[in-house]
């Protein structure tokens, strides 16, 4: 009962300080529950869930209470471009940025003060914070528990291999992200597909250009080499 309280306590503390391992207090009773059944480890799962929005939610207060201009480091222009440029995603694409922000470590504590100091409207955060609180304890406990299967329950050893797991997962993710940021940058936003077509068709047109240009340049030549030709004298 203790333990369990503590992983409430510290999954809520590490929505709020970022270095607070949240994601191995939850892991830990995961692979602890383990012995006791799936219904245990359902509930211990929901429970940092519901922990999860919690701690979410508080941090979304404090962003609302103290908004993006209190401090005066706030107040510098490349601090408060990054301010607008974040607060213009999250009007744009709020739930999918919250949801994903809660699997990083870190960004999610800054999404989510941004959240509350840019005012976004409280009902759709906390559905945002729900789905995103969700989803991570789903991800934790999938990755927990298959980790638990391969190390035969041993709790210090499950947390450990799945947090190198979960930095690769994220590695991997950030990588491909970039490629994809590159790929768009390069073909200017539209698919591969669509931009593999469109250099086809400008290179077809590019080859009829050059085709009718040569045909022209012939023609002349003829032109000329036969209007050079002396006339026959007159009979």
Same mark, same amino acid.
């Given at each position: 009962m203790i333990s369990v309280f503590l992983m409430f306590l510290t999954v809520v503390l590490d929505s709020i300080v970022?270095?607070?391992?949240?994601?191995?207090?939850?892991?830990?009773?995961?692979?602890?529950?383990?012995?006791?059944?799936?219904?245990?480890?359902?509930?211990?799962?929901?429970?940092?869930?519901?922990?999860?929005?919690?701690?979410?939610?508080?941090?979304?207060?404090?962003?609302?209470?103290?908004?993006?201009?209190?401090?005066?480091w706030m107040r510098k222009p490349e601090v408060a471009k990054v301010l607008r440029g974040t607060g213009d995603r999250l009007a744009r694409n709020g739930l999918s940025v919250i949801s994903t922000a809660r699997l990083v470590p870190g960004w999610r504590v800054a999404v989510t003060f941004m959240a509350g100091a840019t005012r976004m409207p409280r009902s759709t955060y906390r559905v945002a914070s729900s789905v995103g609180a969700?989803?991570?304890?789903?991800?934790?406990? &999938?990755?927990?528990?298959?980790?638990?299967?391969? &190390?035969?329950?041993?709790?210090?050893?499950?947390?450990?291999?799945?947090?190198?797991?979960?930095?690769?997962?994220?590695q991997a993710g950030q990588m491909l992200k970039k490629r994809?940021?590159?790929?768009?940058?390069?073909?200017?936003?539209?698919?591969?597909?669509?931009?593999?077509?469109?250099?086809?068709?400008?290179?077809? &047109?590019?080859?009829?250009?050059?085709l009718r240009a040569r045909a022209l340049a012939l023609g002349r030549a003829a032109v000329g080499r036969f209007a050079a030709v002396p006339a026959p004298p007159a009979a």
């Open positions: 970022p270095l607070v391992p949240g994601e191995a207090a939850l892991l830990a009773s995961v692979s602890a529950g383990a012995g006791l059944g799936w219904p245990a480890i359902v509930a211990v799962a929901l429970l940092g869930a519901t922990a999860a929005f919690v701690g979410d939610n508080i941090m979304y207060e404090l962003g609302r209470r103290l908004g993006i201009d209190r401090f005066a969700l989803l991570w304890s789903a991800y934790l406990l &999938t990755i927990g528990s298959a980790i638990g299967a391969l &190390t035969g329950g041993n709790v210090l050893v499950t947390v450990i291999a799945s947090i190198m797991v979960m930095a690769l997962i994220s994809f940021a590159r790929s768009r940058a390069i073909t200017g936003g539209t698919s591969p597909r669509e931009f593999a077509a469109t250099g086809h068709a400008s290179r077809t &047109t590019q080859g009829a250009s050059r």
